[in-house]
Nanobody, 126 residues
């Protein structure tokens, strides 16, 4: 079981930036896909950005392309989400999730991820 711990959330005004971090431990498989999801009150959990540890292949949802950047730390057990030009629509609880890279297919389907962090809140005011 992979343990994931997120940090870096906070409250800020529109136009600002935040960098979220997620530290992973307990890797069992050689490689994983690490994905940031977010969930706003009353809405479904949605995938935001995803990266693989075996080559860095990335995916972004359209809403964040050009504003968010996902990256890995040198040890590949830390995944970052740099968020720029934030707006109120980005307000949500942000979760880090991990699945084995052997699981193929869409990176943004929550039920395909067995490992989740506790989340970190991002609140953006206008």
């Amino acid at each position: 079981q992979v343990q994931l711990v997120e940090s870096g959330g906070g409250s800020l005004q529109a136009g600002g930036s935040l960098r979220l971090s997620c530290v992973a431990s307990g890797y069992i498989f050689p490689h994983y896909r690490l994905t940031w999801f977010r969930q706003a009150p009353g809405k479904e959990r949605e995938g935001v950005a995803s990266i693989s540890t075996d080559g860095g292949e990335t995916y972004y949802t359209d809403d964040v392309k050009g504003r968010f950047t996902i990256s890995l730390g040198n040890s590949k057990n830390i995944v970052y989400l740099q968020m720029n030009n934030l707006g109120p629509e980005d307000t949500a609880m942000y979760y880090c999730a991990a699945r084995s890279s052997q699981v193929v297919g869409q990176p943004f389907i929550p039920r395909t991820y067995p490992n989740w962090g506790q989340g970190t809140q991002v609140t953006v005011s206008s």
